[in-house]
């Protein structure tokens, strides 16, 4: 990021300092079997390292959120807070503003990071796992596999691992920078990356031939195409491909007048850096209305301070070019009915622009794996990630579907703890009969 | 509209709040300012030959995020000369004739150096005299201060030499740095005193620091202990206070001292029969200010209650402590959760169970472990969500009080009373002792 750039991001919400943190952790009323914990994807003990930090203790508080969430420095700044822990805070209940969690993280993860990590010396154990794609769920699932003394060995064919942490998120809510820190304090726990491309450069034979286990992490695929005339044009950019051009390119040019395509969560991060960036005029169109938009109600709120305009019941048709570049997007009205909306003929009209985002999802795509799927959906035993090969784990995008990060983080930590509690078995009937495919 | 209108063995006074001595009754210019901001009396900051201070003299106890709990200090007496300070006294009773002024006193324990301090104290114009017999730190390794109140024979000796020069009422302060606060005010009693200030600081260290491991307030590299006062200090105050106030041996007026920091405690000292009460840390905290509520919450409650003037309600809590063995035994309350206003936090549960009586229950608790997800409405149906209300099982319950003490929600946990169908029966009835 140049500092051009970062000066457009500033943080969404400004740290916690030392006082203000004492007073909101002194507010937290250490409720028993607490509900924030319980909500936590990951668990986090949220009452007892909050009240870590009003005793003094940021050491202990910082590792009672890694003991859980190794991730909890990026969790912090991207978690959906108001419908997890915050979200279930007691004081909702007492129409007082619940404890500020997130922010309370942060701080605690920040002073952890701001210090040299504390070294692990575990009983090493005679176990080897890879683990594929570098995003959350393979982080969360090789930093549990160090903690108990196994090697584990990431795979991502990115120059730098974190996955979306790194290239898809918000620059106002988490900074590469910040992801990376979390990728160092993995790798000071013994954690070994390798940038190669599993299927490639790497083949699953190798794989399974070096190491007991193979725990699979990859993510989603592409974005969803809009199968529409003129989605190659120049101009048009998914918003996944978007976010991370402008989060590594410097020169990074946006559109003067944009129009993003979709309802979810990564629309709407997508409209918000349009604004940011610069663009004068940012559309979101949405086929359906708002109250069916995927969106969290929370990331809708803050895009229209931001100045998005909304454009309910649009489908878009086609993008239209003018010198070879997207000019325009012919949208057709829709109608909401049981099932997809509708199209209303006849009601076609256009919208100028220079820059189209369609932001529809992303695809799902499993069947590289010798595990069963569906759907593109890799299939696990949820409580242990196990597929139907008993080599391969999986967990995070590539089984739920897309969801948080802290999702991904409680996947894989679930899968490490699984190989962890499976494998001398599992281990002495490789060992008779060596690598298998399932 | 309630009379506030004071008289205190003698002195009268617009109101019974009163400066403690200390710092805030340092020189005249803070006391007449105090008096400008409502202030009905001041004692003086303990007058006596001049002494040195140390520097860095006071420490506090924050609590929760609150600044101040309790303070502490190892300040002497008056840094400044006798003379100065009797001039400025004279020069406030001239301004402000209707006020009560004090003068603290604290000399060696000699006749002729209290005989003269207190005749040139009076003839300073001071309205009252108040003996520092509590001082708990510096001036007691001269053999002043608590020094003298830990000792009954010659807190009474001292009070005696007092009164044969004294013809302004004589106050004696009590140090709560003694094994039974009553023989040091029977002694002063016996010694004449007029009336009595409880209590002086409490013998302290507030804390240590982890980094340098020296105790706060910090001095060159040391500390030493200190008094200790502020809000922290008003339950030993208040018992203390009831201690002298119900011994049938002294039976003399009593201004009230120890964490008294708005019109609730005052109105607590009162009832537990003081005339007046005093304030230091509240008034170093936020400043003389603090009086017009004082005056104000406590004329509004005294007008709600239907009391004209102080001695209204002076003294009424007293017939209602009493010593255990006259509790009624067969009194039963039980605690009741309102299902309505719980929030769930369940800190009742989890005190009742590990630092009670183990009487409430989580009946509701779980049902099977599932995977937690990030909700999303597109993918997931809205879950019902357990219920976290505690339930109180009332055979067992003991009527301890101590979940409604922690219950975070304002009567949410209340005790209520059940009939357990056997008459009234103390512990002396039943054991006829």
Sequence with gaps: ?438 | MANLTTNFAGIRCPNPFWLASGPPTNCGDQVMRAFDAGWGGAVWKTIGEPIVNVSSRYSSVDWSGQRMMGLNNIELITDRPIETNLREIAEVKKRYPKHAVIASLMVESKREAWHDIVKRSEDAGADGLELNFGCPHGMSERGMGSAVGQVPEYACMITEWVKEAARTPVLVKLTPNITDIRMAARAAKQGGADALSAINTINSITGIDLDTFTPRPYVAGRSAHGGYCGPAVKPIALHLVQQIASDPEVQIPISGIGGVSGWREAAEFILLGCGTVQVCTAAMHYGFRIVEDMIDGLSNWMDEKGFRTIEDFRGLSLPKVTDWKHLDLNYKIVARIDRDTCIGCQLCYVACWDGAHQCIHLDNHKGPAEITVTPIPKLDAPRPQPSRIPRVDEEECVGCNLCWLVCPVENCITMEQVKTGRPAQTWAERTGV
């Design chain 1, 1 to 438: 990021m140049t500092p051009h750039t970062l000066e457009r991001f500033p943080d969404l919400h400004p740290p916690l300092d030392r006082q203000s943190a004492l007073a909101e952790a002194n507010r937290c009323l250490y409720c028993f079997d607490a509900p924030c914990t319980a909500a936590c994807p990951t668990h986090i003990d949220v009452p007892r390292f909050i009240k870590k930090i009003a005793s003094g203790n940021l050491r202990g508080s910082a590792q009672t959120i890694l003991d859980a969430n190794i991730l909890g420095l990026s969790c912090s700044r991207v978690c959906p807070v108001d419908v997890l822990c915050e979200g279930s805070c007691v004081m909702h209940r007492y129409n007082k503003k619940p404890i500020e969690i997130a922010l309370l993280q942060r701080y605690a993860m920040e002073h952890h990071h701001s210090r040299p990590p504390r070294p692990l010396t575990p009983d090493p154990r005679p176990l080897r796992v890879a683990c594929i794609g570098g995003g959350p769920a393979s982080l969360s699932c090789a930093a549990e596999l160090a903690r108990h003394g196994t090697k584990a060995v990431v795979f991502d064919n990115r120059p730098h691992p974190g996955g979306l942490n790194t290239y898809g998120v918000a620059e106002y809510k988490l900074r590469p920078a910040d992801a990376l820190r979390e990728v160092e304090l993995i790798r000071a726990m013994g954690v070994e990356f390798r940038q190669a491309e599993v299927g490639t450069a790497v083949s699953l034979k190798d794989l399974e031939s070096q190491f007991d286990f193979i725990f699979i992490g990859v993510g989603l695929g592409a974005m969803e195409r809009l199968g529409i005339p003129g989605e190659h044009l120049p101009g048009v950019i998914d918003a996944l491909r978007f976010i991370e051009r402008y989060k590594t390119q410097p020169d990074f040019q946006i559109g003067r007048t944009v129009i993003v395509i979709g309802g979810g969560n990564t629309a709407i991060d997508s409209a918000n850096a349009a604004v940011r960036l610069g663009a004068a005029d940012v559309h979101l169109f949405y086929r359906r209305t708002e109250k069916q938009m995927p969106a969290f109600p929370f990331e809708y709120d803050h895009s229209k301070v931001e100045g998005v305009r909304f454009h309910w019941l649009a489908q878009p048709v086609a993008i239209l070019a003018e010198d070879g570049r997207a000019s325009a997007v012919r949208f057709v009205e829709t109608r909401l009915g049981n099932g997809a909306p509708e199209r209303i003929p006849g009601t076609e009209y256009d919208v100028a622009c220079d820059m189209v985002i369609p932001a529809l999802g992303q695809t799902r795509a499993a069947d590289l794996f010798p595990v069963e799927s569906k759907k593109g959906i890799i299939l696990v035993d949820r409580p242990t990630g196990r597929t139907s090969n008993p080599r391969y784990y999986a967990g995070g995008d590539c089984v739920n579907g897309g969801r948080e990060v802290v999702d991904a983080v409680a996947d894989g930590k679930r899968a490490a703890q699984a190989i962890l509690s499976s494998s001398p078995r599992l281990r002495d009937s490789a060992s008779e009969a060596g690598p298998t495919h399932g």
